[in-house]
């Protein structure tokens, strides 16, 4: 019988994610009587509903083993683009959905050419972008929330029969994206890439390509969080989007994704984001401070990582 120690420790891992999960949900509806409510639980999937579009796109850079710290920044420059064109009776709603995406993008391409071509650590790009996307952010807005939205666009915050449309998005690029990393070939050869770079490069995998889709395909989707999130806020604020990155790497993290890169899954990053979401809500319902509630949240990435590094040694 052949055995694959890495499809067998995701496994292992996913069983216990779900296991703290049910534990977690267990505990805090005993506890709390508002937790179970089905408002609530709505709330909690529209809550984790931005950071868990940016964790399924950092996900796909952190398989090359690469990292990108830029997500919250490029979440307000693209949703301050989006209002920018957003504005009533100027343009359709495809125009500002469009703009945030490729502001997302150009953004994420970038990082990627610098990353490739310019031979730069992703650590010291994403964080040049991060401060960059950021300032440009406040020029673009003059320093204050763009407002005067069309009613089209904040309508995308809004509910499609019984789910809200931003659990909509999360869904739509969970799915597609599980099903491009497990059946597509680029999808294979991004965890050939961050398993081993040079071995993928002598079997004929064009390395800069891959790191391009996956520095590209983050940043499209970081537009589409800043999009949402723009329109969940009525506004375009340049200040938006504050520690989003930290989040959202937490949760693929937890999820079972290496910081080396070439082990993880989509399946494994939703369970991180759910759970990210079900302590942040748990905390607010037990009416932890949010100075507490910070602490918490840098021992669980601590923790992930130190969890990440043993896995990654046996």
């Given at each position: ?30 506890t709390t009587d508002s937790f179970a409510t089905a408002a609530n639980l709505t709330n909690v999937a529209r ?268």
């Amino acid at each position: 019988m052949i055995h694959f120690p890495a499809f067998d420790r995701n496994l292992r891992h996913r069983f216990g994610i779900v296991v703290v999960l049910a534990v977690i949900a267990a505990l805090l509806a005993l506890t709390t009587d508002s937790f179970a409510t089905a408002a609530n639980l709505t709330n909690v999937a529209r809550q984790v509903s931005i950071n868990g579009i940016l964790a399924v796109g950092v996900t796909f850079v952190l398989l090359t083993g690469g990292v990108d710290l830029s997500l919250g920044s490029v979440v307000a420059l693209s949703g301050v683009v989006c209002a920018l064109f957003a504005h009533p009776g100027e343009y359709s709603l495809l125009v500002p959905m469009s703009m945030g995406l490729l502001t997302g993008a150009l953004c994420g391409l970038l990082n990627g050419v610098l990353v490739t071509r310019g031979g730069i650590a992703p650590f010291i790009v994403t964080l040049g972008m991060m401060t960059v996307a950021r300032g440009l952010a406040l020029i673009l807005s003059g320093g204050k929330p763009v407002a005067n939205m069309m009613p089209a666009l904040t309508d995308l915050a809004g509910d499609l029969g019984p789910l809200p449309i931003p659990v909509l998005c999360f869904a739509t690029v969970a799915l597609l994206s599980g099903i491009f990393l497990g059946r597509f070939r680029l999808g294979r050869h991004l965890y050939a890439v961050g398993g081993n770079e040079q071995a993928a490069r002598a079997a004929g995998v064009s390395v800069t390509r891959v790191k391009l889709l996956a520095y590209g395909t983050c940043g499209l989707l970081t537009g589409l969080a800043g999009v949402v999130l723009a329109a969940r806020i009525t506004t375009g604020q340049p200040n938006a989007g504050q520690a989003y990155e930290l989040d959202a790497i937490a949760a693929v993290v937890i999820g079972g994704t290496s910081l080396s890169g070439g082990v993880g899954s989509v399946i494994g990053t939703i369970l991180g984001v759910l759970l990210i979401g079900i302590i942040n809500n748990g905390l607010d319902l037990q009416g932890v401070s949010s100075y507490y509630q910070a602490v918490i949240k840098g021992v669980i990435i601590v923790g992930a990582v130190w969890l990440d590094r043993r896995q990654s040694r046996s």
